[in-house]
């Protein structure tokens, strides 16, 4: 089983919220908003949708580069814990 299918309930629970985040700026573009407003709720639905993507990518090492049958070597380990960093840090 993938770890979409696993946490797909948490997922699309995420999914929604960023939805809404968008919906948000949708409606206030079109009620002319406040810019500083509308600024604030881009930001937050990038930051929400770049939390979802480490989410994913961090699953996806976990449950599919390293072996789920074996338990990983300190190495291994080491190697998974620093891409996921890498990956959080570029994405905030």
Same mark, same amino acid.
């Given at each position: 089983?993938?770890?979409?299918?696993?946490?797909?309930?948490?997922?699309?629970?995420?999914?929604?919220?960023?939805?809404?985040?968008?919906?948000? !700026?949708?409606?206030? =573009?079109?009620?002319?908003?406040? *810019?500083?407003?509308?600024? @604030?709720?881009? &930001? #937050?639905?990038?930051?929400?949708?770049?939390?979802?993507?480490?989410?994913?990518?961090?699953?996806? !090492?976990?449950?599919? =580069?390293?072996?789920?049958?074996? *338990?990983?070597?300190?190495? @291994?380990?080491? &190697? #998974?814990?620093?891409?996921?960093?890498?990956?959080?840090?570029?994405?905030?």
């Amino acid at each position: 089983m993938t770890h979409t299918v696993r946490d797909r309930t948490k997922l699309l629970h995420r999914v929604r919220r960023i939805r809404g985040q968008l919906e948000a !700026v949708e409606r206030a =573009l079109e009620n002319e908003g406040s *810019p500083f407003r509308i600024l @604030q709720t881009v &930001a #937050a639905s990038r930051g929400a949708l770049n939390s979802l993507m480490a989410e994913i990518i961090e699953g996806h !090492v976990r449950l599919h =580069l390293l072996d789920p049958t074996q *338990p990983p070597t300190g190495e @291994q380990r080491e &190697a #998974a814990g620093e891409l996921i960093d890498i990956v959080r840090a570029f994405l905030r």
